[in-house]
């Protein structure tokens, strides 16, 4: 090869070289760590979907900064484990810039090590069970003061409820979040004797002793309601048991706390009419921002597609994020971090979500009633309830606080004006 030729293919390559680079420039990366198969696809395969179509319209308006998003779309298969082997992914080998994902607190606690040791920013979108506050977590979905404490309080005040059945999927959430319960019943005056707690396996599919043990609970005449922090497809078999035994809500009311209108699609609903959930959305509510919100998401997934109360949580954490973005003037965590604090966004409800320095949101509660056509009637709402990252009902807990604006701490002890180490049992 001669000498002009070799110089003119090197000209070349870097050209193209550097055309790579400045694409890469031009683009913020954004990482979508949502299970795509296993027990917890029924959930999240949504979520996946909701971000894309948040990138879509995002792009459409400009991107931000200038610069077009690309969707970084892994599957960590409802494997715990493989939630954090899946985020360093993200981080170290596709260098996204931010990460909206999981849906269980397990997989969030494997999570949380990767994202603090690299410094990763990750938006979470499902109610969880407090007792948590992390610098590189923002926590969109509901605190137990925003779903589970005011569900009880429905029930006992509403309904009439003496004996309580806690039935839960066996890990971090639905036992921290009955903890809670177990005490705040208490301090309602409800005996120990009259709270049953049970926890099952994911994809947990044999229900019948379990039901038959709730409705024995009721053996003395008391009123008898379900507490469900059942995850995954293993609602379909327990509200299918509830059927089969001839149970309605009338008789044993059950309140889900992740069961919404994406778990409910693929169940006879038939039955099921008036049984309960508590969220911070639903689709049937009435504002004019959640009827746009409808229409984007149906006509590009189709109209038997329907929304739910984490897709609201993605749509407000993402819009939070590109404002904060922007503000910022940088995609840097620290940056987008500060800026964060104080952002407003319209909820789909009608209401506005602020983000606090406890790294949640102000939010709504809704109580909503099952309905036959799988979606639910809102028979009762709040306005925005402040997220607690740490519960009132534990004494260990009632004295910190997470405050990562002024403070710089997220588990602050109000008693010794001291920031308290992190739990490490992450």
């Not at 193209?16 to 760590?33: E, H, N, R």
């Not at 949504?46 to 948040?54: N, P």
Request: hydrophobic share 40%; proline share 4%.
């Amino acid at each position: 090869m001669n000498i002009l030729k070799k110089t003119a293919l090197c000209a070349v390559a870097s050209g193209l070289m550097a055309g790579s680079a400045l694409a890469a420039d031009d683009t913020i990366k954004v990482g979508v760590l949502h299970s795509l198969s296993g027990t917890m696809a029924i959930s999240e395969t949504t979520l996946k979907d909701t971000m894309l179509m948040l990138i879509d319209q995002q792009n459409e308006k400009g991107g931000v900064m200038g610069k077009q998003l690309e969707a970084v779309v892994v599957d960590p298969a409802s494997d715990w484990p493989l939630f954090a082997e899946k985020a360093r992914e993200l981080l170290t080998v596709h260098d996204v810039d931010v990460i909206f994902g999981n849906w269980t607190s397990v997989s969030r606690k494997s999570v949380l090590p990767v994202i603090e040791e690299l410094n990763g920013l990750l938006f979470y979108p499902v109610q969880y069970e407090g007792e948590e506050s992390s610098k590189n977590v923002f926590y969109t979905g509901a605190a137990p003061n925003q779903q589970a404490i005011p569900a009880t309080d429905y029930f006992l005040d509403e309904l009439g409820v003496e004996k309580f059945a806690l039935l839960g999927t066996d890990y971090v959430y639905p036992r921290t979040t009955n903890k809670i319960l177990e005490q705040y019943l208490k301090g309602k005056g409800i005996a120990e004797s009259d709270i049953f707690v049970n926890y099952t396996p994911f994809g947990h599919s044999d229900w019948s002793k379990i039901v038959a043990d709730v409705v024995a609970l009721g053996a003395d005449g008391k009123k008898v309601g379900v507490i469900s922090t059942i995850n995954g497809d293993a609602n379909i078999g327990f509200y299918k048991e509830l059927a089969a035994a001839g149970i309605s809500a009338d008789d044993i009311p059950v309140v889900a706390f992740s069961v919404g209108e994406e778990e409910l699609s693929g169940l006879d609903t038939a039955n099921l009419v008036g049984h309960l959930a508590a969220w911070n959305y639903f689709q049937s509510a009435e504002s004019d921002a959640n009827e746009e919100f409808i229409a984007a998401w149906k006509a590009k997934m189709g109209d038997e597609r329907v929304t739910n109360d984490p897709m609201e949580a993605h749509y407000i954490g993402f819009n939070m994020w590109v404002n904060a973005v922007e503000a910022a003037g940088s995609t840097d965590v620290d940056a987008v971090r500060a800026a964060m604090y104080g952002q407003e966004f319209p909820n789909l409800t009608g209401g506005t979500a602020v983000m606090l320095p406890n790294h949640h949101l102000a939010k709504p509660v809704l109580i909503g009633e099952i309905q036959e056509d799988g979606q639910f009637d809102i028979i009762s709402q709040t306005e925005e309830v402040p997220g607690d990252a740490w519960t009132d009902f534990l004494p260990e807990s009632a004295v910190l606080k997470s405050d990562w604006k002024d403070l710089g701490c997220g588990m602050y002890n109000t008693e010794t004006s001291t920031c308290v180490q992190i739990k490490s049992n992450y």
